[in-house]
T-cell receptor, first 117, second 113 residues
Framework: AQSVTQLDSHVSVSEGTPVLLRCNYS??????LFWYVQHPNKGLQLLLK??????LVKGINGFEAEFKKSETSFHLTKPSAHMSDAAEYFC???????????????FGKGTKLSVKP | SQTIHQWPATLVQPVGSPLSLECTVE??????LYWYRQAAGRGLQLLFY??????ISSEVPQNLSASRPQDRQFILSSKKLLLSDSGFYLC????????????FGPGTRLTVL
């Protein structure tokens, strides 16, 4: 069965310092993995997705994530945090087989990122 | 480009009243459509999904229902709201082809009093 675990419910960093949001997954096949960001009272915005091409995935707003099959991890990083990065971040794994049209997703519980000035 | 709209943005309703939330997608044809609820402390929960007009699959039994009267319109309804229906409701779409990336709307904040 597929599952996703976000290891930290809350991460706090100072502006200009690196960001690391951790995510581990469990999947019985090669998964599709995603990171979404949600600002307060807003919808979810897709940051990046992994679909078995390059293991290092670059997303929007300077974020990137590395797929590590041996560690079943898909951690999200950014070299330098900005105040506007303060939001909740969701790691997501697709439960459908590749080629499935429903594309049902399993969401992690989210990590709230705080950025201090 | 594709855009997804939801309305209303916020809604306050008394217990026992009906509900109708609407979601529309522009710039694509035959999308897969989804309704999620995000309740405090409970994460994101898939409620319904649809792969075509009139085709609705329910993930969680409850007093909510969904309909898809047109290709790019998805409606979430209830005949009688419960306090537990309060939450943030998100509509999402994905291409009808074999991709699993979903794109979310801005959401509706529902408070049932």
């Amino acid at each position: 069965a597929q599952s996703v675990t976000q290891l930290d419910s809350h991460v706090s960093v100072s502006e200009g310092t690196p960001v690391l949001l951790r995510c581990n997954y469990s999947s019985s096949y090669s998964p599709s993995l995603f990171w979404y960001v949600q600002h307060p009272n807003k919808g979810l915005q897709l940051l990046l997705k992994y679909t078995s091409a390059a293991t290092l995935v670059k997303g929007i707003n300077g974020f990137e994530a590395e797929f590590k099959k041996s560690e079943t991890s898909f951690h999200l990083t950014k070299p330098s945090a900005h105040m506007s990065d303060a939001a909740e971040y969701f790691c997501v794994v697709s439960v459908g087989p590749r080629g499935g049209s429903q594309g049902n997703l399993i969401f992690g519980k989210g990590t709230k990122l705080s950025v201090k000035p | 480009s594709q855009t997804i709209h939801q309305w209303p943005a916020t809604l306050v309703q008394p217990v026992g009243s009906p509900l109708s939330l609407e979601c529309t997608v522009e710039g694509t044809s035959n999308p897969n459509l989804y309704w999620y609820r995000q309740a405090a402390g409970r994460g994101l929960q898939l409620l319904f999904y649809s792969v075509g007009i009139g085709q609705i699959s329910s993930e969680v039994p409850q007093n909510l229902s969904a309909s898809r009267p047109q290709d790019r319109q998805f409606i979430l309804s209830s005949k009688k709201l419960l306090l537990s229906d309060s939450g943030f409701y998100l509509c999402a779409w994905s291409p009808g082809s074999s991709t699993d990336t979903q794109y979310f709307g801005p959401g509706t904040r529902l408070t049932v009093l």
